[in-house]
T-cell receptor
Framework: TQLLEQSPQFLSIQEGENLTVYCNSSSVFSSLQWYRQEPGEGPVLLVTVVTGGEVKKLKRLTFQFGDARKDSSLHITAAQPGDTGLYLCAGVKGNKLVFGAGTILRVKS | ETGVTQTPRHLVMGMTNKKSLKCEQHLGHNAMYWYKQSAKKPLELMFVYNFKEQTENNSVPSRFSPECPNSSHLFLHLHTLQPEDSALYLC?????????????FGDGTRLSIL
């Protein structure tokens, strides 16, 4: 059983569609990070959320941290082919950074 | 350009070979990490170095041997690997060892064990 469950595992959508991916746990995290990993590259940090209920926007990407700091979501509006990649969430728990297995997003033009 | 460079990008080796992976960071960070990334599995933290000292070894088999000669360079020496060791090996660095520090990743070495 993974500490951080990401869903869906794989998502294939058309350009212009909206989507939401989820990062869930039964554990409380002091903060949560979202990374995007494009094919052939390493993960790149997108955002860190710290406060329960916090919402952060990064252009067409909206990140939300759950009120109880156990879960998070990433919503993408009007997806573009350039959004294609593996989206990873990582929760900070004590002195550990725990990663989920990721959601693979493919945006078709 | 993430500031973390890994070489080689691809490596194919037999189970009896000895090879090394190299990681170099140009960010002035003090902490460096080795991760293993396998399909459909979370990133697995292997080793952590802080100010050149190893601070974590997450039950990694001894056929993987890390070396950190200075805060900018990190190596992973490989010997007598198994087919299940085939994966993407990622190096990362952060300003310090704090778990809330954002990590800067290299583009990885894709390792295939024959």
């Amino acid at each position: 059983t993974q500490l951080l469950e990401q869903s869906p595992q794989f998502l294939s959508i058309q350009e212009g569609e909206n989507l939401t991916v989820y990062c869930n746990s039964s554990s409380v995290f002091s903060s949560l990070q979202w990374y995007r990993q494009e094919p052939g590259e390493g993960p790149v940090l997108l955002v860190t959320v710290v406060t329960g209920g916090e919402v952060k926007k990064l252009k067409r990407l909206t990140f939300q941290f759950g009120d109880a700091r156990k879960d998070s979501s990433l919503h993408i509006t009007a997806a573009q082919p350039g959004d294609t990649g593996l989206y990873l969430c990582a929760g900070v728990k004590g002195n550990k950074l725990v990663f989920g297995a990721g959601t693979i997003l493919r945006v078709k033009s | 350009e993430t500031g973390v460079t890994q070489t080689p990008r691809h490596l194919v080796m037999g189970m009896t070979n000895k090879k090394s992976l190299k990681c170099e960071q140009h960010l002035g960070h003090n902490a460096m990490y080795w991760y293993k990334q396998s399909a459909k599995k979370p990133l697995e933290l292997m080793f952590v170095y802080n100010f050149k000292e190893q601070t974590e070894n997450n039950s990694v088999p001894s056929r993987f041997s890390p070396e950190c000669p200075n805060s900018s360079h990190l190596f992973l020496h490989l010997h007598t690997l198994q087919p299940e060791d085939s994966a993407l090996y990622l190096c990362a660095s952060s300003r310090d060892r704090g778990s809330d520090q954002p990590q800067h990743f290299g583009d990885g070495t894709r390792l295939s064990i024959l």
